[in-house]
Nanobody
Framework: EVQLVESGGGLVQAGGSLRLSCAAS????????IGWFRQAPGQEREGVSCINDANSRPYYADSVRGRFTISMDNAKNEVYLQMNSLKSEDTAVYYC?????????????????WGKGTLVTVSS
């Protein structure tokens, strides 16, 4: 059974940092891109970052480029999202998902497997 489990969310003050983790089981990362998406209350789910493998150039949404860093540990089957300089507008449920890299960049519809999400709340 394919599973993606996110962790690391929580409450943080504006300007602070959090590190999200996504642990995958039931499949190997080879051939899959892993993406982070987020959904704020009343808003559509949007792409944050995608990575194809540990050595490839990742994708970042304009809103997070320069503040967030995605990384992958193939040995552990885990993907991380380091979030720095957090802003109140980063408040959302963050999901990791697996699928095709082009699909990942294109948006949430391109992904095959999803985790249940972890809540990030940034207080101003």
């Amino acid at each position: 059974e394919v599973q993606l489990v996110e962790s690391g969310g929580g409450l943080v003050q504006a300007g602070g940092s959090l590190r999200l983790s996504c642990a995958a089981s039931g499949f190997g990362f080879g051939g899959y891109a892993i993406g982070w998406f987020r959904q704020a209350p009343g808003q559509e789910r949007e792409g944050v970052s995608c990575i194809n493998d540990a050595n490839s150039r990742p994708y970042y949404a304009d809103s997070v480029r320069g503040r967030f860093t995605i990384s992958m540990d193939n040995a552990k089957n885990e993907v991380y999202l380091q979030m720095n300089s957090l802003k109140s507008e980063d408040t959302a449920v963050y999901y990791c998902a697996a699928g095709d890299f082009i699909g990942c960049v294109g948006g949430p519809d391109g992904m095959d497997y999803w985790g249940k999400g972890t809540l990030v709340t940034v207080s101003s």
